[in-house]
């Protein structure tokens, strides 16, 4: 996506559809049950704007990626908790992230990125990179204020995340007040373990 720079006002409208209507149809069907053809007829355009933009569908398909992942973490990453008592400050960000992650759409997003890992596992790398692991970072730059262990925000990342999410992806969420009651088990947790 190097020429994105050089695009006319018209040109990064094309590719915002491009973006959006390749998110929309990679949720619903899989990287490789979508053709360019497909969401050319969908957005508009021609071929030429996607291999032209992106390079090809794979191109594409982590533009679509990288998007994403900023968007989920995005309120994560845009919160200032200032000067708060660690409980506090982790259940924040625990119910921060949770109300993203449990969202319809990242859970789509969730089963995309598994079901790809294979075929583009540095896809998959970067997504880590920026996705788990932004997240644990913030939750790191929090936990350490207190507590002086960093690796406690590894674990209390992946235990606030891993039931919540894997029951929303097997179609079994959990109810409103059961993640809050998860929120609070996990903080208590890290509270005694600090």
């Not at 569908?57 to 309120?75: C, H, I």
């Not at 002086?148 to 990342?157: D, I, K, R």
């Given at each position: ?5 050089t695009l ?5 409208a094309?590719?915002e ?7 929309d ?7 490789d ?14 071929k030429t704007?996607i ?11 982590t533009?679509?990626v ?5 968007e989920?973490?995005?309120?994560l ?6 000067p ?6 982790l259940?924040?960000l625990?119910?921060?992230l949770?109300?993203q992650l449990?969202t ?11 079901a ?6 540095d ?22 204020k207190?507590s ?8 209390f ?14 179609g079994r969420p ?5 993640v ?9 947790l890290?509270?005694s373990?600090v």
């Amino acid at each position: 996506m190097s020429e994105r720079a050089t695009l006319t006002a018209r040109g990064l409208a094309r590719q915002e559809a491009l973006i959006e209507t390749a998110t929309d149809l990679f949720l619903g069907k899989g990287f490789d049950a979508v053709s360019v053809d497909e969401i050319v007829a969908a957005a508009g355009g021609s071929k030429t704007n996607i291999y032209r933009q992106f390079g090809n569908k794979t191109g594409l398909f982590t533009a679509v990626v990288e998007r994403m992942s900023q968007e989920f973490l995005s309120p994560l990453d845009q919160l200032v908790l200032g000067p708060v008592d660690l409980e506090i400050g982790l259940q924040i960000l625990g119910r921060t992230l949770l109300g993203q992650l449990l969202t319809p759409k990242h859970i789509a997003f969730q089963r995309m990125v598994i079901a790809s890992s294979v075929q583009f596992p540095d896809l998959m790398t970067h997504w880590y990179e920026v996705g788990p692991r932004r997240s644990q970072s913030i939750f790191r730059s929090q936990i350490e204020k207190s507590s002086g262990a960093p690796e406690l925000a590894v674990l209390f990342h992946d235990m606030l995340v891993t039931e919540p999410v894997t029951r929303a992806m097997m179609g079994r969420p959990m109810a409103a007040e059961d993640v809050e009651a998860h929120i609070q088990s996990a903080v208590r947790l890290v509270i005694s373990g600090v």
